[in-house]
């Protein structure tokens, strides 16, 4: 970890009523003295009045804390200089402050990382840290609390301990058997103890990527045969012109996505390019690009106009599809009527018909992923419970008497992959990665 002490503006965009200037290093006192403020008492606001050290003129009139390490959120010796948010202000504190030796501006998530480096945090507690800042929906704030206060690390140090537990009895079996108050054998136990902690991460891996696909949104793809009203059904979702509508064939060759929310859960309408045969290489792959979005989505809608040509588009395992009967001004009662009893649903994004129930009916849908806060949130997790489980199951199969030091050198590197969850093992390997998301300043 560099030893330079670093300083971000770590409030929002300027002009603003108040910017708040973070200083975290071991120099960080040097920082707030040069500009004539002494340093206050821990933790309680002063008042501060800024000096230009070169020009002896007051640059602002502020309040300052201060935060002695460890006892600070990064670990280190920390300054939050609370500014008014002007834009002339900030520049020249940071000008003062980019020419003290050892001072740099923080790069993106600097402050979390050192805080995880200086065991303040473990790493799934940063990431929840990172979800949290941009968290848009209330499911995506309460998944990411979730994992903030620690849902995910403590499970896995739950595990990790049971895990250290069977090592222990194999150990003993091994190293003390000839000892009278050892049993004899002691691998069914340990064996036990990994079959139930295998369950109980299969479960976690089983959820269907519902953590990942909160934080990202419930992918809704809009997909069918030119002129189908997919742009017209977007813009009326968005309840803004967002795509361009014309009754010209093609007209769409590329992705067009939304953000909505809806009931809490974010979801995202993908308006794809009409599927159809065409000599044109640039509609040939808007074509191939709406194929590829529709098979990655959450959820397909599948439009066929009234008096329009059907189109097959296959579904993947994890995807469901709805048929939409668009332009239904132009069809009767009756045919309306026979479309709901087929489960397809009829609207109309010139009279506003059906528009609300199938809002409704995709709330209900994206309320799936709105339930209970998910244990597993992210891919990088996931690929680590993935090598735990493998390895565990590796271990039971060679439960067997004169196998028991492989066995527990599987338990060891399943406890490894563990390890690389909260950062206790490869920190390094996954930092950079992490972080390169964070905004500067946090």
Known sequence: ???????????????????????????????????????????????????????????????????????????????????????????????????????????????????????KMDLSHAEGLGDLVVAETEAQRRQAMHQYQGALSKQVEAWRELLVEAMALIEANLDFADEADVPENLLPPAARVASEMLSEIEAALSDARRGERLREGFAVAIAGAPNAGKSTLLNALAQRD?????????????????????????????????????????????????????????????????????????????????????????????????????ETLAISAKTGAGIDELLRRLAKEAERFAGEPALVTRERQRVALREASARISSALSLAKPGQEELFAEELRLAARSLGRITGRVDVEDVLDKIFSSFCIGK
Request: hydrophobic share 45%; glycine share 8%.
């Open 1 to 119: 970890m560099s030893d330079d002490t670093i300083f971000a503006l770590s409030s929002g965009r300027l002009p603003a009523a108040i910017a708040v200037v973070r200083i975290s290093g071991a120099n960080a006192r040097v920082g707030l003295e040069t500009f004539g403020v002494k340093l206050p008492e821990p933790r309680r606001a002063a008042r501060a009045k800024l000096i230009d050290p070169d020009s002896r003129e007051t640059v602002d009139d502020a309040l300052a804390l201060w935060f002695q390490g460890p006892k600070s959120e990064t670990g280190e010796d920390m300054v939050e200089l609370h500014l008014h948010g002007g834009r002339a202000i900030l520049a020249r504190v940071f000008a003062v402050l980019g020419a003290l030796p050892g001072f740099r501006p923080a790069e993106a998530g600097e402050f979390t990382k050192r805080a995880v480096l200086n065991g």
């Open 242 to 342: 967002v795509a361009i509508v014309s009754d010209i064939p093609g007209t769409t060759r590329d992705a067009i996505e939304v953000a909505l929310d809806l009931s809490g859960v974010p979801v995202v309408l993908i308006d794809t390019a009409g599927i159809r045969e065409t000599s044109d290489p640039v509609e040939q792959e808007g074509v191939r690009r709406a194929m590829a979005r529709a098979e990655a989505a959450d959820l397909v809608l599948l439009l066929e106009p009234a008096g329009g040509a059907s189109i097959c588009l296959p579904t993947q395992p994890h995807q469901t599809l709805w048929k939409i009967q668009t332009k239904s001004d132009l069809i009767d009662s009756d045919s309306k009527q026979s479309l709901n009893r087929n």
